[in-house]
């Protein structure tokens, strides 16, 4: 299917999963306008657009539009909706951390809720009625049946980041309800890893990195000594936590494929997963076949707020949305290991690893 004559607002597109989809968007052939406000995104100078979106158009030869926008800045909003008419938004602009979250709570409620409250009053003010939602399988909690269908409980969420995704969600609903004229798709994106296939966009985390693959990916290269293990007495086959991990470039697609199947009106929900769970040492066991490379670990504490297990039951995706993830866990660590091995320091010190030796492209002419 194309996106020819489509014009997609996505918010946090400079972001892990925004960088990625968008890549996959302009493979189809629809229009991007990106709007960032780079709080979680690499940019070498404020003369250009951020990395990720300039490897985007070097791998799609095509052409991403930038502006720097905080979504909790009403007037930055309308000046983008003035200049484009867009067909739909795709929304994954948000802070993310669990922990974070917990001592910034504020912060997060802010941006998450508040953020997106404003950015809804603009689409509306504007005449554009459909969005799609990164939502997060955070909105099941502790899950009470396995696996988690859409039906499943939520709203048991023990942290603000978690609590903001619901809050949303119920927004989101209650705004479709209201009016008939809107058409919003929540996507509950259950472990999002990985890296696009040519090892060139990936997951930059700032810091020590909060979640298992790309901690493990930074022991393998050597900048971290060894992965704590968080907990080994959980009642799953081998004691550690089991998730769904799904591969980035299959999450993408999804998105293309809820713009592509969208209703025309209302308020839908989908699992986005591969349906299977892994555990903690299966991961590792994974990644060093991937990379060759042993992985150190020790087991410490369970981590406060973690679960036993969470995997999906995708198949309303797969039936109402044609889509199914088809990269398996074997994909997911080649492609992390790639990324990393090809960026150490992330989107930093990195504008050589795209064009070993004579670039075609100087650097200061990729401008916005
Ligand atoms: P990310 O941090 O890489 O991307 C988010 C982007 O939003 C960043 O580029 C950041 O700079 C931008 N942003 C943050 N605050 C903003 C603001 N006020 N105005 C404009 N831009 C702002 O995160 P990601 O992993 O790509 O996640 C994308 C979305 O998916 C988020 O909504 C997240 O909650 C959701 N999600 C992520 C995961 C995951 O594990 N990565 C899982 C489930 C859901
Ligand atoms: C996976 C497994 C850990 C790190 C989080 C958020 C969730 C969502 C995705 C956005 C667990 C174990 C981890 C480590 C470990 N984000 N682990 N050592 O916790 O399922 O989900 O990211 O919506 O909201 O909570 O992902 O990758 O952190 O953990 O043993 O250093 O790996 O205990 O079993 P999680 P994760």
Redesign the pocket.
């Known amino acids: 299917m194309s996106g020819k004559g489509q014009t997609i607002l996505v918010t946090g597109g400079a972001g892990y999963i925004g960088a990625l989809t968008v890549l996959e968007l302009l493979n189809v052939d629809f229009e991007v306008v990106v709007i960032d406000n780079l709080s979680n995104a690499y940019q070498a100078s404020s003369q250009q657009k951020p990395e990720c979106l300039l490897r985007v158009e070097e791998l799609t030869k095509k052409h991403v539009a930038f502006h720097s926008v905080d979504i909790t800045n009403k007037e930055e909003l309308n000046s983008v909706f003035q200049k484009y008419k867009f067909d739909n938004v795709i929304h994954f602009a948000a802070l ?1 951390a ?1 922990g974070e979250s917990v001592a910034k709570p504020l912060d997060y409620y802010k941006v998450n809720v508040t953020g997106t409250i404003l950015l809804l009053e603009v689409m509306r003010e504007h005449g554009v009625y459909r969005m799609i939602y990164s939502s ?3 909105v099941y909690g502790l899950p009470d049946k396995l696996p988690l269908t859409e039906e499943s409980r939520t709203g048991n969420c023990t942290n603000p ?2 609590k903001s ?1 619901y809050m949303v969600e119920q927004i989101l609903q209650d705004l479709c309800f209201s009016n008939k004229a809107w058409s919003i798709t929540s996507l509950r ?1 259950f ?2 890893v990985g890296a696009h296939a040519s090892g060139n966009i990936g997951e930059d985390p700032n810091g020590v ?5 790309p ?1 493990i990916a930074q022991v393998a290269v050597g900048k971290r000594e060894k ?5 080994k007495d959980y009642d799953t086959p081998d004691g ?4 769904d991990y799904i591969h980035v470039t299959d999450l993408a697609v999804g998105h293309l494929q809820a713009i592509f199947h969208q209703k025309p009106s209302g308020f839908q929900i989908y699992n986005l997963g591969t349906g299977r769970g892994y555990s ?1 040492l299966e991961v590792i066991e994974a990644f060093k076949a991937a990379s060759g490379k042993d992985i150190p670990y020790e087991i410490v504490d ?2 406060p707020g ?1 679960i036993a297990t ?1 995997y999906a039951d995708a198949s309303r995706a797969n039936k109402e949305l044609a889509w199914h993830a088809s990269r398996n866990i074997d994909d997911m660590c080649k492609d992390t290991w790639r990324w990393q091995q090809k960026n150490p320091d992330g989107y930093k010190n990195s504008s050589s690893v795209i064009c070993p030796g004579a670039c075609s492209l100087d650097s200061k002419k990729r401008a916005v």
């Open positions: 993310k669990v997060s399988a955070t980041y978690g995704k994106y472990n999002p990195p909060n979640n298992l693959m901690y992965l704590s293990v968080y907990g550690t936590g089991v998730r903690v369970r981590r973690d969470s």
